[in-house]
């Protein structure tokens, strides 16, 4: 008898239980999130820099990461016919730099974010003087110069100590600043092919690092300084390698049997991102930092993204796509949302930088 009650007892217990249990309830589709931010003015710390025709000629222009708030940023002090490019910005001094080329003279320039004090820092009439890139500190800025062949030289901020840091017949170009200030990568073919080289911003101890059979480019320092990352076709197929910054450990990130090219960390350095022909067009892609979670952001094997550039919080990219005849300004998150046409315009919208103040 009293085993008969215990087993009455069980089985009211579990059918109270069963019948307490809720219904699952169903999982709701995950919708993307707009990559944009919440609508902000001029004066929120972040600006996109672009360039454009929507007047008739190739200007200039600022606009707020939401793509609103939009107007012009060409200075208005040069000649007709003067042609203002390759905008950089030094937030350690507070400046664009850009290059202005009037005939056969081109000089690198500075002026605040607003489009005033503008200020001629190599003056060197009849030269040709282009890809400037301030130092980490404000110190410096570094560039490439144009005289009997091209040599990377560096020069102070007020103009003074004029430096050519490679000296030698061969074509130096693209500069690139140590996160210490204290070193420049550049892309020399003075040993062949061209390779990545490092000297010392007073150019001594001048060295090939990546020593390779093959052309290497697209390269850049970590955020931390600790790894140099570059774009080679060593194996056969252009692929993404990294190695430390004296030219050891090689390590290819990418590998892969189709091409993938133009790297650029992420402003916190924990991201990569690229583009590649993997998946039958030109993608935008992210990964780790160390190759792995390649990730395509953009999945669009019809249309190619050009002119890739990350936000200062490392969350999103700003990008190139033509569009029916139409090149416009995207934005995509790197959580997977939905890229964004930010300029829509039937001119053509290249873009450029984007930058944190």
């Not at 089985?11 to 249990?21: D, E, M, P, Q, S």
């Not at 996109?48 to 060409?74: A, C, H, Q, W």
């Not at 197929?237 to 960390?265: R, V």
Request: charged residues 25%; negative net charge.
């Amino acid at each position: 008898m009293h085993k008969m009650r215990a087993v009455i007892i069980v089985i009211i217990l579990l059918t109270l239980a069963a019948c307490g249990k809720k219904k699952a309830p169903e999982e709701s589709p995950i919708v993307p999130e707009s990559p944009l931010p919440p609508k902000v003015g001029l004066d929120a710390h972040e600006v996109i820099v672009f360039k454009s025709n929507r007047e008739g000629d190739y200007r200039f222009y600022l606009m707020s990461p939401d793509g609103t708030n939009m107007r012009n940023l060409d200075p208005s002090m040069f000649p007709g016919g003067a042609q203002v490019d390759q905008f950089v910005w030094s937030a350690a001094l507070d400046k664009f730099l850009f290059g202005v080329t009037s005939g056969s003279d081109s000089d690198i320039y500075t002026m605040d974010r607003n489009g005033g004090d503008v200020k001629n820092h190599s003056n060197t009439p009849m030269h040709a003087e282009s890809d400037a890139v301030p130092s980490p500190d404000g110190k410096y800025i570094a560039y490439v110069a144009i005289d009997r062949d091209m040599d990377i030289f560096v020069i102070q901020t007020d103009g003074s100590e004029r430096l050519n840091l490679t000296q030698f017949p061969a074509r130096e170009a693209f500069p690139s600043w140590s996160p210490d200030s204290k070193k420049v990568l550049f892309l020399s073919n003075r040993e062949g092919l061209p390779n990545v080289f490092v000297v010392d911003r007073d150019g001594s101890d001048l060295t090939n690092l990546s020593k390779g059979s093959g052309t290497d480019q697209s390269f850049s320092w970590s955020p931390d300084g600790r790894k140099i990352l570059f774009q080679t076709d060593r194996d056969g197929n252009k692929e993404i390698y990294l190695m430390d910054p004296d030219g050891s450990d090689f390590q290819n990130l990418t590998n892969h049997e189709n091409q993938d090219i133009e790297p650029i960390w992420s402003p916190d350095g924990k991201m990569i991102a690229f583009r590649s022909d993997r998946d039958g067009g030109w993608d935008l892609f992210v990964m780790q930092a160390d190759g792995t979670a390649v990730a395509n952001l953009t999945n669009s094997p019809d249309v190619e993204e050009r002119g890739i550039f990350w936000s200062p919080d490392s969350k999103r990219l700003i990008f190139t796509a033509n569009l029916g005849g139409q090149r416009d300004i995207f934005v995509v998150g790197v959580d997977g949302s939905l890229p964004v046409n930010i300029t829509d315009n039937p001119a053509d919208d290249s873009a450029l930088i984007w930058a944190g103040f």
